[in-house]
């Protein structure tokens, strides 16, 4: 079965745990990015992990490996279960949150291609290709793929073969959950979820139409 990632991007600390909560019984993990973080701190985390879900930490880290390697341990001495990291930094770096996030007993992400129109400028021409070779490298747990380019997800399928493929863009960016689901192992869906009239019925919904 196909995860179903709760991407909770709202910013009020009430709101946010308890569209959470509605939702719980039909989401398999809860994605927090910077918007909730930067709004609430790290301390969302104490509200969240009374779910029983894996919070995953989408910070896209993005540094130096000394630095990406102090931005792991903050995120998992939180109790952060996962951390998203970018490649285009360089393996070192990478390598750097995947250690980290194997110390803690957690899993690290590489994005290898992002979902928005933009992404096509620097990703495509090898670039997301590399990035997923890296992950593979680097021994990441899997790679952040474009639900909006299924086509894309298929060819970084065969670089990453059985390793997770997490993949946003499903519903508000305009990619179909259906198609989607049957190429990745869990897609992350923020905005269809949360701006519904009744968050926790459109993630069941949502829950039961993905394969
Ligand atoms: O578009 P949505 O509202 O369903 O949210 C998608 C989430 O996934 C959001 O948190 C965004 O920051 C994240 N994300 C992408 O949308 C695209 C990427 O390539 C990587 C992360």
């Known amino acids: 079965m196909t995860e179903l990632i709760l991407a909770l991007d709202l910013l009020d600390r009430k709101q946010a745990a308890r569209v959470a909560e509605s939702c719980a019984p039909f989401?398999?993990?809860?994605?927090?990015?910077?918007?909730?973080?930067?709004?609430?701190?790290?301390?969302?985390?104490?509200?969240?992990?009374?779910?029983?879900?894996?919070?995953?930490?989408?910070?896209?880290?993005?540094?130096?490996p000394n630095t990406n390697r102090l931005i792991s341990e903050a995120v998992f001495s939180a109790g952060f279960d996962a951390i998203i990291a970018h490649g285009?930094?360089?393996?070192?770096?990478?390598?750097?949150?995947?250690?980290?996030?194997?110390?803690?007993?957690?899993?690290?992400?590489?994005?290898?291609?992002?979902?928005?129109?933009?992404?096509?400028?620097?990703?495509?021409?090898?670039?997301?290709?590399?990035l997923?070779?890296?992950?593979?490298?680097?021994?990441?747990?899997?790679?952040?793929?474009?639900?909006?380019?299924?086509?894309?997800?298929?060819?970084?399928?065969?670089?990453?073969?059985?390793?997770?493929?997490?993949?946003?863009?499903?519903?508000?960016q305009g990619g179909d959950l259906d198609t989607v689901a049957r190429l990745v192992d869990g897609v992350i869906v923020g905005r269809s979820i949360y701006e519904a009239e009744d968050p926790a019925a459109e993630a069941e919904r949502l829950s039961r139409i993905r394969r």
């Open 27 to 64: 989401i398999d993990a809860v994605k927090v990015g910077y918007p909730l973080v930067l709004a609430t701190g790290l301390s969302i985390v104490d509200d969240l992990s009374g779910l029983g879900l894996p919070l995953i930490a989408d910070f896209k880290v993005a540094d130096i």
């Open 88 to 130: 285009f930094v360089g393996a070192d770096a990478a390598r750097a949150c995947v250690e980290v996030a194997h110390n803690h007993g957690g899993a690290a992400y590489i994005v290898a291609e992002m979902s928005h129109p933009g992404a096509t400028e620097f990703f495509h021409g090898g670039v997301a290709e590399r």
């Open 132 to 172: 997923a070779t890296l992950a593979v490298s680097c021994r990441a747990d899997g790679i952040i793929a474009p639900a909006t380019r299924p086509d894309r997800i298929s060819r970084l399928r065969e670089i990453v073969g059985e390793k997770t493929i997490y993949s946003p863009g499903v519903g508000a």
